[in-house]
């Protein structure tokens, strides 16, 4: 396998406990981030919407982002600051099957922070979600089908709701919750038009954050082999040549054992096996992106590469790495 629809990463998703401590958590490290957002319902006919699910936000790159999803509060004067509400525009009739199918669909992510909190959301670019759907199901490879969303998109015209399509693997497992994998949600998503990708606003980071560059999984040592042969048979390519990285354009997949995040990120242990355990970050300048870490007060370590990376235990689950962008 030497091309596939899938060319890149399209975003790494953390699930936190508290919305308000990770979005000062990751503005302090140089991102900006938005203001959250929380669908919302009204717990009746008539009533006023009351957010329901999980409310998020992203930290935005022309072709890629970082996820941080929260549950919603019971209470509405907890939501974060400045936090909107999106009310869903659901028929009457159907107000409690929506309710239940939101419910249920954040079931198995809040078993996943009661696991640990961290990255669990991984998602890859697909140029054609229905392309990719025919190519799993050729494989056998079990997944939700392709599913209609939108994307919200902030240009300088203001947010636009861009049409999209995306899916995600289920494990072989028919009793598992469908979505998810022992490491997580992993899926794959049609990406909005270039031409807007190019006209958003707010992507400039005081850190001068680029794209999100690489992810790493982390198994048990005895089960690697299997799960790069997986990961082949997800992204219809196979990893470089005696290695566990799969190349997706700019961007890559990289599965390790826990000896193997050790000896790249010293200190660092996977919060579980499997588990996506980093991420990188490519930054414009990678000399003011370390100034800004020092200057506030962010405490980070080395990579064997010597490139600068904030430990999973101050980043919310998952070490943060900076590395040069290309020119």
Partial sequence: MTSSEITGLHHVGLIVHDLNAALDTFRAFGFHLGPPSYPALPPAPGAVPEPIGAGNTHADFPRSFIELLAFAPDDSDRLPEGARLAPLQIPDAHLDATRNALQQSVSGLAA?????????????????AEATAVRWDRNGIRHTGARAAQRPIVTAEGTQMEPIKFLEISDDDPTAPPGLLP????GAAEDAPGAVLDA???????NGAKALAEC???FPADGLDEAAERYERYLGIAPRSGTRTFDLGSSRLTLATANDLAAWLPGEVPPAEPALSAYVIETGDLDAAEQWLSDNKIGFGRTADGEPFIPAAAAHGAAVVFRQAMA
Avoid at 112 to 128: N, P, Q, S
């Fill in 112 to 128: 996943r922070l009661d696991r640990f909190e961290g990255a669990h959301i991984l998602v890859f670019t697909t140029t054609k």
């Fill in 216 to 218: 790493v999984l982390c």
């Fill in 183 to 186: 490491e997580g949600r992993v």
């Fill in 200 to 206: 958003q606003i707010g992507l400039a980071h005081p």
